[in-house]
């Protein structure tokens, strides 16, 4: 049970003292928030820690303490002295990203994680389905360690429950994330402020994306399908990163009468990465899942290889099959 896991993961990093913090790559809100809160978790500990991601973190959160303390892979030495791994918000090993290929198969792992579809990788696992956030987890763990609170490690630990509930609207939103989240308050996190910055503010570059993919607004079955398309192009032009699509997806899934919203973008020569998000009748994971992706019942994604519109009819007929 709960407890008993809480108890499982408070001895593993009792045990170990040399870690390496690892999240999924492109990281999210809930990704960062859960990196920092364990660096922080591992600070007031004394024990020696790295952390560690594939991509940039969006600048948005240098907000929180730390940020600017998370390596790439390519700035670990070749024979890094770690005793362990803790994996936060990782479905599956791979989303790790290059990473992945660093971490020594024998190294103690300790898996962190609230997608449904986690594989259960590593020696000691802790998955809650039920979870909002993998920082609804964390707040448990802070407590379980018996870890003071601080505004710094409340900052962490409210970002990953804000941005994965999708500023408290999702239907993840539970009276238990909105105590957490009520509590951060009592340690000094200013709502509004996170809220602006994380949530409202949009880059240049983001709006001009939105501009170019919303001309090609497309529709399916009656309207109960709506995408978006991003191309490499699109990015060259808008000067965009990858962070710039956040948030891009909910516009095809905002649309009244819409059940299934997805985003194609091209990552790479005929391969696109998909966001699919559901408004509560379609289960994107099992879509995702059957093209090789996973995620949850109503925000998943999967990556595809050919045309845009082989890709395209090819995911929007599964979508359109899942509908009946
Ligand atoms: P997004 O569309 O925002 O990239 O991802 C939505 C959800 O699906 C996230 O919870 C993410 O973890 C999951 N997800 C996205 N892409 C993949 C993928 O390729 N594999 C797996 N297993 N999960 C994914
Ligand atoms: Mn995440
Ligand atoms: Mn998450």
Wanted: aromatic share 8%; charged share 25%; with cysteine.
């Amino acid at each position: 049970d709960f407890e008993k896991q809480v108890m499982a993961a408070v001895e593993f990093i009792r045990r170990h003292d040399r870690f390496l913090v690892v999240s999924h790559l492109n990281p999210d809100g809930d990704a960062i928030g859960s990196t920092l809160a364990v660096g922080l978790m591992l600070e007031y500990l004394n024990k020696t820690y790295k952390m560690v991601n594939e991509d940039p973190l969006p600048s948005k959160f240098n907000l929180l303490r730390g940020s600017d303390r998370v390596l790439f892979a390519s700035e670990l030495s070749e024979d890094e002295p770690y005793d362990a791994v803790i994996s936060l918000d990782c479905a599956d090993f791979r989303r790790m990203g290059e990473l992945h290929k660093r971490v020594k198969p024998e190294t103690p792992l300790l898996n962190i994680d609230h997608h449904a579809t986690n594989e259960g990788f590593g020696t000691c696992v802790w998955i809650e389905a039920e979870a909002a956030a993998t920082a609804e987890m964390l707040y448990a763990l802070v407590n379980g360690l018996g870890i003071p609170w601080t505004e710094d490690l409340a900052k962490c630990i409210y970002t990953g429950l804000l941005t994965d509930t999708g500023g408290f609207r999702y239907a993840n939103t539970g009276p238990q994330v909105l105590r957490i989240a009520s509590e951060m308050l009592d340690y000094g996190v200013r709502a509004s402020e996170l809220a602006n910055v994380l949530l409202e503010q949009m880059t240049y570059p983001q709006l001009v994306l939105l501009q170019k993919s919303l001309a090609r607004l497309s529709f399916a079955y009656e309207r109960r399908v709506a995408w978006v398309s991003v191309t490499a192009r699109d990015m060259a032009e808008a000067q965009a990163a990858n962070e710039d699509i956040e948030g891009l997806v909910n516009y095809p899934r905002n649309i009244e009468g819409v059940e299934v919203g997805l985003l194609f973008k091209e990552t790479g020569e005929d391969t696109f990465k998909v966001s699919l998000r559901s408004n509560g009748k379609v289960d994107v994971a099992r879509i995702a899942k059957s093209f090789g992706g996973g995620g949850h019942t109503l925000a998943a994604g999967c990556t595809l290889t050919g045309t845009l519109d082989q890709v395209t009819s090819q995911l929007v007929k599964e979508v359109g099959l899942a509908l009946e």
